[in-house]
């Protein structure tokens, strides 16, 4: 058995992403606290529901040619590991976390904000 050696790839950029994926988690919020009332019950699931959707869709993903077919896949962002449809190979992630302004890196808008706290 093949040991599959896990692929290196650099954080992907935010940029208009940061968009959809707030109004997602706005959404699933606004749906949680309608929920809370017996009336709104029902339009509060689906407000949630459609709101965990758009965030979840909304995550930047990054390019990943699988090792063992060479195939062309999708890696969310934080991912462990991506597993190819074509041959059913698992490949390990690492991700390289880059240096760059608080609006193109989520661990740049981290680093920043931990600076102002200390």
Request: proline content about 5%; glycine content about 10%; some cysteine.
């Amino acid at each position: 058995m093949n040991k599959i050696e896990s692929v290196l790839l650099e954080e992907p950029k935010i940029g208009l992403r940061a968009i959809p994926f707030l109004l997602g988690g706005a959404l699933a919020v606004i749906g949680i606290i309608m929920c809370i009332s017996i009336v709104l019950i029902l339009p509060g699931l689906g407000l949630f529901l459609i709101g965990v959707l758009v965030a979840y869709s909304a995550i930047p993903k990054q390019a990943v040619d699988c090792p063992a077919c060479g195939s062309e896949l999708k890696a969310r962002m934080n991912e462990k590991g991506v597993k190819c449809e074509g041959c059913g190979t698992r490949t390990p992630i690492k991700w390289n976390k880059t240096e760059g302004s608080k609006w193109t890196s989520w661990s740049a808008w981290r680093k920043n904000t931990r600076d102002k706290d200390a």
